[in-house]
């Protein structure tokens, strides 16, 4: 069993920066795939952003392109989320999802196995 914790959300002025941090436990992280995904209140689990295992690859959102970052640490187990110039619409619980091994970028939310319980982000104006 492959478990995620995620940490790093809070508060923060627009126009502000976090990092998400995802630990992963129970499986190889290194050979699993990662995204993160959010959701907003009264809105469907979007992507963000997406890596490969390698982390050689990395896909995002057309909405926080330019302004996330999605990096991993295969020696720490972990995959991160760099949230820059941050607006009011990203404010969401974050989600971080781990894929079947060896896998590529992976965008839909089916194709992942596993979750972590997610972590407010709240951006004021």
């Known amino acids: 069993q492959v478990q995620l914790v995620e940490s790093g959300g809070g508060l923060v002025q627009a126009g502000g920066s976090l990092r998400l941090s995802c630990a992963v436990s129970g499986r190889t992280f290194s050979s699993l795939p990662m995204g993160w995904f959010r959701q907003a209140p009264g809105k469907e689990r979007e992507l963000v952003a997406a890596?490969?295992?390698?982390?050689?690859?990395?896909d995002y959102a057309d909405s926080v392109q330019g302004r996330f970052t999605i990096s991993r640490d295969n020696a720490k187990n972990t995959v991160y989320l760099q949230l820059n110039s941050l607006r009011p619409e990203d404010t969401a619980v974050y989600y971080c999802a781990a894929g079947p091994s060896y896998g590529t970028i992976i965008r839909a939310q089916n194709e992942y196995n596993y979750w972590g319980q997610g972590t407010q982000v709240t951006v004021s104006s």
């Open positions: 890596i490969t295992y390698s982390g050689a690859r990395t």
